[in-house]
C-alpha cells in the first residue's frame, strides 16, 4: 500500500507516531541533512521501533562537484545582468537604465542565496563514518548508493531493517 505523507522535519515525531508507518519504508527526499545529528538519531530511533526502513535521496553529495553544482545556480545571475546591461545601456534613458539594473542586479541576489545554500548543503551531506555513527545499535543494515544519475550528483543509503518485515 502507498501512502503518501509529505511533512517538514519538525513534524517527522507525528509521522512516526502512526500505526501506517509500521512496518514500511520511509522515504526521504532532499531534507535528512538538515537535520541535526542528534535529531536524526532520535527520528532512526524511533523508525527501528516501528521496524520500519528508511531510504534517504539527496540531489548532492558531499564532494567537490557536489558544491560546484550546488553553487551553479548562480551563474544566470551573474551572467546575465552583465549582458544585459550592456546591450540595452545606450537605447534606454537614464530611468530605462536605472529600471535595468535595479531588474538585473538586485533580484538576483536570490539565486545567490540559493547558490550559497547549495553549496553548503552539498557540505553537510553524510558520509559513510556519519551514517555508521548515527545508526550504530540500531536494527539498520546501511546499503549507500552514492554517484547517481546523469552527473553523478545524487546519494541514496537505504537503511534496511533487519527485522525483515520492513
Known amino acids: 500500500t502507498w501512502c503518501q505523507l509529505p511533512v ?21 527526499t532532499a531534507a ?6 542528534k535529531e536524526a538519531r532520535k527520528f532512526l530511533e524511533a523508525a527501528a521501533r516501528l521496524d520500519a526502513s528508511v531510504l534517504v535521496v539527496e540531489p548532492l553529495e558531499r564532494s567537490v562537484l557536489g ?3 550546488g553553487a551553479a545556480v548562480a551563474l544566470p545571475a551573474l551572467v546575465y545582468p552583465l549582458i544585459a546591461a550592456l546591450s540595452a545601456e545606450h537605447r534606454r534613458g537614464l530611468m ?11 533580484f538576483p541576489i536570490i539565486p ?3 547558490a550559497h545554500d547549495g553549496v553548503v548543503s552539498a557540505f553537510r551531506q553524510r558520509t559513510g563514518l556519519d551514517w555508521q555513527n548515527l545508526t ?11 554517484r547517481l544519475g546523469f552527473l553523478g550528483n545524487f546519494s541514496a543509503v ?3 531493517n533487519r527485522s525483515g518485515r520492513a
Open 8 to 28: 517538514g522535519f519538525t513534524d517527522f515525531d507525528v509521522v512516526l507516531d502512526g500505526a501506517i508507518v509500521k512496518n514500511s519504508v520511509l522515504l526521504l
Open 32 to 37: 535528512f541533512h538538515h537535520a541535526p545529528p
Open 67 to 69: 558544491a560546484i553544482l
Open 96 to 106: 530605462g537604465w536605472l529600471r535595468l539594473a535595479a531588474l538585473h542586479w538586485v
Open 112 to 114: 545567490l542565496f540559493l
Open 136 to 146: 550504530k545499535d540500531l536494527p539498520f543494515d546501511r546499503v549507500p548508493c552514492q
Open 158 to 160: 537505504l537503511l534496511m
